[in-house]
């Protein structure tokens, strides 16, 4: 679908007298282009010479299509032109709030919105787009649980002393470190340490 503003209708319409046109214009353009970018849509607005004494000028405004039409040539006729020389006006809709015109594009079998219908859509459409472009982006975060640190398993009591041997040698290897050996001290030996903390913990009966 391609859309066709009536620039100078929509302004006139919606904003607020301020110091010139010009300026009008700057901030139509501003937030019509943005919400064209983010819905990728088809659209033109057009602005007669009437108010702008130039030639006839096609630019674009981001993704917005802007067309200025020659001196003495209004936006209607430009307008009814461009419906007239499309081979599929069923796939255009005029943005116009002019009764005169919409009735002539009605006729030629385009679509007609008013504008404040149109800003009114407009602004849904890019509220809903955005929220499921939040949506997807959480989507696609990928939550790591934490790693869970899994502890020996106690012999059962009646194991042999070789088993529990090993249990508290796997337990003490990972939560108690051995003392630090001084540059004049004898080397520590690891069996003997540990089987030491072994009996020590068998002596005071302490539960693993």
């Not at 064209?36 to 702008?52: E, H, K, N, P, S």
């Not at 255009?92 to 079998?109: N, P, Y």
Request: glycine share 4%; net charge negative.
């Amino acid at each position: 679908m391609r859309y066709l503003i009536d620039g100078y209708n929509l302004i006139f319409r919606t904003l607020s007298p301020i110091k010139n046109l010009s300026d009008s214009r700057q901030i139509t353009l501003s937030e019509l282009s943005q919400k064209v970018t983010v819905l990728g849509l088809d659209a033109t607005i057009v602005f007669d010479a009437q108010y702008t004494p130039e030639e006839s000028s096609r630019g674009h405004f981001g993704s917005l299509e802007v067309h200025f039409t020659s001196f003495g040539e209004t936006a209607d006729h430009w307008l009814i032109q461009t419906i007239e020389e499309s081979s599929e006006p069923s796939q255009m809709t005029i943005i116009t709030s002019d009764r005169q015109l919409g009735v002539i594009a009605s006729r030629m079998g385009t679509h007609v919105v008013k504008v404040e219908v149109f800003l009114a859509w407009l602004e849904k459409r890019c509220r809903n787009k955005l929220h499921k472009d939040q949506k997807k982006t959480l989507k696609k975060q990928v939550i790591i649980p934490p790693t869970k640190i899994k502890k020996p398993s106690t012999p059962p009591p009646e194991a042999a002393i070789e088993e529990w041997f090993e249990h508290y040698h796997e337990v003490f290897s990972k939560d108690l470190l051995p003392p630090e050996t001084l540059p004049e001290e004898k080397p520590i030996d690891l069996n003997e340490y540990y089987e030491r903390k072994f009996k020590e913990r068998l002596e005071k009966n302490e539960p693993d």
